[in-house]
């Protein structure tokens, strides 16, 4: 009680400074702990108050806490606040015998970022929190001491520093404390990459169906409506503001494209498959491109053989041909003029036989090439589909190691 007493006259400046000559400066250190965010931090804050000391072997004590309306109180505030603070009030301060006053409260932020969300969810934030003072100000700039930076996290004296006598008034030095925050990816990567890498390696794997089959062009629509559901699920966890557009948001992009270009793919070699015998021939430049150079590149070299058994007809019908023709005398028998005539009009229907064979092969061929088209085709994107993968896979490994590794 006696010191209470005592320092009741101290109570009565509380509206002012406390400082006996308002040319001395006040430091203001301010040291904050974030704890989420999305969350609160604790802020502290401790300055020397001049008016105020006391023995403490004398008075028992060398500490006490008293309530906030008796102390002067540094009007610091966060620049980047977008809404009210919502934290609890702490009413007390400490008070120590020296006269330092230790102020400890919450503060709930809510603040402007700019977000580089392009290696999410294995981004790091560098955020500011610039305090400042809106009533004590200056306009001279050469008292103005260096501020010295604790940590990352926080930790900067702020010093309010006199002017001259002919601007009386004071001024807080305000300096950014960057936060830099990581955040955590395992909720993202297992609930994100994963499914989506499953779905892709799925796709993948349908291109060992035989194309022939129904089942295929099914399988791949029911796993690009799965991967569309899954996208529209997951929407709410990833970012919807920042300057550039997530390297998550282009993979899964790529994914869906991948997956609609497989089932067109599908499409259009069930189509040349089960139509190859009604198309016209294969164009020259088809031909080249396809059968002689990405065939090659997909180790599917151009069949030039031709069917055995159209083979051997066509040799046997070009030997009976052959064999019919002959030196057509104008002397013999009746019989023998009779049966040249027989041998004349077999030579004709051999002849349209022969025709028809040449026709079927070159069918027969055209039909072979257009399906050896489409299995290169087929060939090609499987392997654009391999080479997706595995540039994905690297990437994302290489993004995670680099994050963790700064």
Not at 293 to 301: I, N
Not at 370 to 397: A, E, K, M, N, P
Request: charged content about 15%; aromatic content about 12%; glycine content about 4%.
């Amino acid at each position: 009680p006696s010191l209470l007493a005592a320092l009741a006259p101290a109570f009565d400046l509380s509206a002012i400074r406390p400082v006996e000559n308002q040319r001395t400066y006040t430091n203001v250190s301010v040291y904050f702990t974030l704890y989420g965010i999305l969350g609160v931090i604790l802020l502290l804050q401790w300055w020397k108050n001049e008016f105020i000391s006391w023995d403490p072997e004398q008075c028992g004590s060398n500490w006490i806490s008293l309530p906030k309306e008796k102390f002067w109180l540094p009007d610091i505030v966060i620049n980047e606040f977008m809404e009210e603070n919502k934290a609890p009030t702490v009413p007390y301060v400490y008070l120590y015998d020296d006269g330092t006053v230790k102020n400890s409260f919450p503060v709930r932020v809510v603040s402007s970022c700019n977000l580089n969300i392009y290696t999410f969810p294995f981004d790091i934030q560098n955020c500011s929190l610039t305090f400042n003072s809106y009533i004590y100000y200056g306009e001279r700039w050469n008292q103005v001491k260096t501020v010295k930076v604790d940590c990352s996290w926080g930790g900067a004296e702020i010093g309010v520093l006199s002017e001259e006598q002919t601007n009386p008034s004071a001024r807080i030095i305000t300096e950014d404390i960057y936060s830099a925050v990581r955040r955590r990816a395992t909720m993202y990567v297992v609930n994100l990459l994963l499914p989506s890498c499953f779905l892709i390696t799925l796709d993948l794997l349908s291109f060992l169906l035989p194309p022939q089959s129904t089942d295929r062009s099914s399988f791949k629509m029911t796993l690009i409506l799965g991967y569309t559901v899954f996208l529209l699920l997951m929407n709410d966890l990833l970012p919807v503001t920042g300057n550039t557009i997530p390297l998550i948001n282009v993979f899964f992009s790529l994914c869906l494209a991948l997956m609609v270009g497989s089932l067109l793919e599908t499409i259009l070699i069930t189509n040349l498959l089960s139509n190859s015998s009604d198309l016209s021939p294969v164009p020259r430049w088809i031909r080249v491109l396809f059968l002689n150079f990405l065939g090659c590149l997909v180790c599917m070299p151009r069949k030039t053989e031709k069917p055995k058994g159209l083979q051997a007809t066509k040799n046997d019908v070009l030997a009976k041909l052959e064999s019919d023709e002959g030196p057509s005398g104008t002397e013999g028998s009746a019989e023998e003029d009779e049966a040249l005539q027989e041998l004349k009009s077999l030579s004709h229907v051999l002849q349209a036989i022969r025709s028809e064979v040449e026709q079927q092969q070159k069918e027969t061929q055209s039909s072979e090439e257009w399906i050896q088209v489409g299995f290169i085709i087929d060939r090609l994107l499987f392997g654009l589909y391999i080479v997706f993968i595995s540039v994905s896979f690297i990437t994302i490994i290489i993004v995670w190691v680099n994050s963790y590794s700064q």
